[in-house]
């Protein structure tokens, strides 16, 4: 029974907690932190907004809402022997022995409510769980025979109690009231339902489990003049209309036909992780190193690439397909696994549109300094970017609402879940024995057990592609979590670079030259040594050794960026483990003998060139007809095509041309030539408000707490520290506010409100930062912001004062 003592609202519920369990629920559910609720009864509406109430159960598992759906068809308030009934505890142990942590999970966050022996669902989740108006809710079941009757006249409901077996009543409510307490009595509902004709408990069966709607028309038919299974049910009230064209089994009526039960199958304890096979912790670490060696090195090559090429900025935003599947061919990738590293590089901050006019994605100077890093640093970029970002590479090329293509580095890829699940997913890795690696259908069935609201396909979606994109990043061996991985888990970057460093190959600053104008790289290069090699020579293969090949358009590629031949020569000489082969010298110096000749400058465009024999050979060509050149003098040649077009045409031609300047000098196009401003990465798109931090968490607790006594305890005045408050410099106010905020101190403060009234009062900083200071005024007992240039003046609080 209810006790005297027993809470009336969800706000004196709240009231008789303790500080522990109020600052359990503002960090379950940190919404409800967002602006600090003035007291108690305002932190319990906000509780119950339906937003809110929503986002919580988002938050809950499986069982969790099972017990929450089982609460909302009952009775309220529930006595807790309803809702074992609901939930069948008295056939599966398992479930008694979930379900007092359910209900205490449900307490924590405030759904549920009132005495242990009078359980209450707040009446928000009631409506989201057990919807009224014809709507049924997750457990399939239809709405009470008080809502599903109530368009009935009196003289029909009065005509099916008499087909029921029941006596007659006096009203509408008293004839729904004695329908329901029929179907409570599971006896005396089989006992009628065992006159049921054939095929009306087949009719019962396809509607018992939800949903609980009959697409069949509605008939106001006696029990004598029943002709179908249908008929003899919607006389007997087994069957009441729900509109025109449909009707509906009443809730009392499905409860009775499942035996009270709430669910068919209930799902106490999380799905087992099964796991597909183990390797040596060892092997996957080394794995793992490796492709996070390869993941480091394959953004560094794309950057590289668009360093000296820059593909443009779509119109709408984003990389136009051709430049994707360009970028693709020359990284020797797949084009979904092209746009994963591009992505990774510009949610880190390292890619970025350039802001011209003619906009083109090219490396931020933050690219440059991340090459100065060790390998291990850099890859912690690259894994924290990918940890946090809320951008799905997985999504280039699908479609959105409006059937627009989704392009990569473009907009629309953001989902907010994604750093939840990957975070999920990992922590499951990371539960598994070492080595272990997960079987990825069980990995989907115990994300879906915990999050059951959140994502739908989208987060069975995520969770291969979280397994797939962790592999490439180097996170995961053999789709082991690598030991070195885990302390990301909680945050502890330096103990992971720790453990990755040592097992990074070590790189080389040799390659073997060969007579067939090739070069063998048996391992990882520095990084000075493979740019430049990427600009000398094509890359031909790639595996446990990267094979390159010079070719006369890779040598002129080095001699337009600047590289003379002597330099290449040494450069081969210098970085050589075998004698320079006389093919590739020759090479060299042929391509350098030929290399600017012919000079190409803005006119549209002109060809100089001191040799008028071979601007005679240039006219007569007729590949060269789509330029229009025509003479000039013996040495420039005029052309109707713009400087690029004409170096790109000559070129394909066989010829080897240099681009000048205005001045006559040759242009140079360095690795490094192209570099945006600075520029701040993506930010990622936040799911909800960000977590509470514990001293937000204290001081919250401490506001709401004195918001309730206000009413009744009367303000205690503001003593002052012995006279006005010296006048700080801004920065030692600032420094005083920040060392307050981390050792949690209350300070005296001078303030000046925006009247120019002046004032002296001490704060419990919780937070400084974008000019404004958060902090508990003990003055005034609630949380407040103070503008920090109107702050006068800080001291520290005496002892005794504290």
């Known amino acids: 029974m209810k006790t005297a003592s027993a809470p009336r609202t969800l706000a004196e519920d709240l009231r008789g907690r303790d500080d522990d369990a109020l600052g359990a629920l503002l960090r379950a559910r940190p919404d409800l932190v967002h602006p600090v609720p003035a007291d108690l009864t305002q932190l319990a509406t906000r509780s119950s907004t339906r937003a809110s109430v929503i986002r919580a159960l988002e938050r809950l598992n499986r069982f969790t809402l099972q017990v929450a759906e089982a609460l909302a068809v009952a009775a309220d308030p529930c006595e807790p022997g309803e809702l074992r009934a609901l939930l069948g505890t008295a056939q599966e142990p398992e479930v008694e022995a979930a379900l007092g942590p359910a209900l205490a ?31 049924p809710g997750p457990t399939g079941l239809g709405p009470v025979f008080a809502e599903a009757g109530a368009g009935l006249s009196p003289g029909r409901l009065q005509e099916i109690l008499a087909d029921a077996g029941l006596p007659s009543t006096h009203d509408q409510v008293s004839a729904l009231t004695s329908l329901s307490a029929l179907f409570a009595d599971r006896a005396r509902a089989d006992a009628l339902l065992s006159q049921a004709p054939e095929g009306a408990r087949g009719v019962l069966n396809k509607l018992v489990w939800g949903p609980p709607f009959g697409a069949t028309p509605p008939r106001a038919v006696r029990a004598a003049d029943a002709r179908t299974p249908v008929e003899w049910l919607q006389a ?62 394959t953004v560094e090559e794309a950057l590289d690439l668009w360093s000296t090429e820059p593909p443009t900025v779509l119109r709408a935003g984003g990389l136009g397909v051709r430049d994707l599947r360009r970028a693709a061919q020359a990284l020797d990738l797949t084009e979904p696994m092209a746009a994963f590293w591009l992505e990774l590089a510009y949610g880190a901050g390292l890619l970025a549109p350039d802001g011209e006019a003619d906009e083109r994605w090219a490396p931020t100077p933050a690219f440059d300094e991340w090459l100065r890093r060790p390998v291990a640093e850099r890859w912690l970029l690259l894994a924290r970017t990918w940890l946090t970002a809320t951008r799905l590479a997985a999504l280039v090329g699908s479609r959105d609402a409006k059937d627009k293509v ?45 999050r ?77 040594l493979a740019q430049t090699l990427a600009v000398a020579a094509d890359v031909e293969s790639k595996g446990g050794a990267t094979v390159y090949r010079f070719t006369p358009d890779s040598v002129r590629r080095a001699l337009d960026a600047g590289r003379s031949a002597a330099e290449l020569h040494a450069f081969l000489a210098d970085h050589s483990s075998t004698p320079v082969p006389q093919p590739l010298s020759y090479l060299v110096d042929d391509v350098a003998r030929r290399h600017g000749r012919l000079r190409i400058g803005a006119a549209s465009a002109y060809l100089r060139c001191d040799d008028d024999a071979l601007l005679d050979e240039l006219l007569a060509d007729r590949r060269a007809a789509q330029l229009r050149l025509r003479r000039l003098a013996p040495t420039v040649l005029a052309a109707q095509a713009e400087p690029t077009a004409v170096l790109t045409q000559l070129r394909a031609m066989g010829y080897a041309p240099a681009a000048e300047s205005a001045d006559g000098d040759v242009l140079i196009s360095r690795p490094d030539a192209r570099r945006t401003p600075p520029r701040t990465p993506p930010a990622p798109v936040p799911d909800g408000p960000p977590p509470v931090t514990r001293a937000l968490l204290s001081a919250a607790v401490k506001a709401i707490r004195a918001g309730d006594r206000a009413a009744t305890v009367p303000h205690r005045g503001a003593e002052t520290p012995g006279g006005p408050l010296p006048r700080t410099p801004a920065s030692e106010t600032l420094a005083t506010l920040q060392t307050a905020v981390l050792t949690g101190d209350a300070v005296w403060i001078g303030y000046v409100n925006a009247e120019g009234s002046a004032s002296q009062r001490v704060i419990e900083p919780v937070r400084v930062e974008g000019g404004f200071v958060t902090a508990f005024d003990q003055f005034h007992e609630e949380m407040r912001t103070f503008s920090l240039h109107r702050i006068t003046g800080v001291a520290e609080l005496a002892a005794d004062e504290g």
């Open 406 to 450: 989704l392009p990569a580095l473009g907009g629309g890829l953001d989902r907010a879940l994604a750093p939840e699940i990957r975070r999920d997913v990992l922590t499951l890795l990371a539960s598994l024995p070492p080595g272990g690696a997960g079987e990825p259908a069980s990995l989907t069935a115990r994300v879906r057990w915990q």
């Open 105 to 135: 999970t449900l307490r924590d966050a405030a759904l549920l409510w009132g005495d242990p022996e009078r359980l209450r669902l707040i009446r928000t989740a009631r409506d989201v769980l057990a919807p009224g108006g014809g709507q």
């Open 452 to 528: 059951p609201l959140r994502g739908g396909e989208l987060r069975d979606r995520l969770v291969s592609w979280t397994l797939d994109e962790a592999e490439q990043l180097g996170l995961t061996g053999r789709r082991a979590l690598a030991r070195f991985a885990v302390p990301l888990l909680d945050g502890d970057e330096a103990s992971a670079e720790a453990r990755l460093a040592p097992l990074l190959p070590e790189p080389l600053d040799q390659v073997i030259l060969q007579p067939d104008l090739t070069a063998i790289a048996p391992g990882p290069l520095h990084t000075p």
């Open 236 to 297: 007997r009230g087994f069957l009441l209309p729900a509109g025109r064209d449909a009707v509906v089994l009443p809730r009392e009526v499905a409860l009775c036909l499942r035996g009270g039960l709430a669910h068919r199958q209930l799902e106490p304890i999380a799905p087992d992780l099964v796991t597909a096979r183990t390797i040596d912790p060892d092997q996957a670490d080394r794995a793992a190193a490796a492709q996070a060696f390869t993941a480091v090195r």
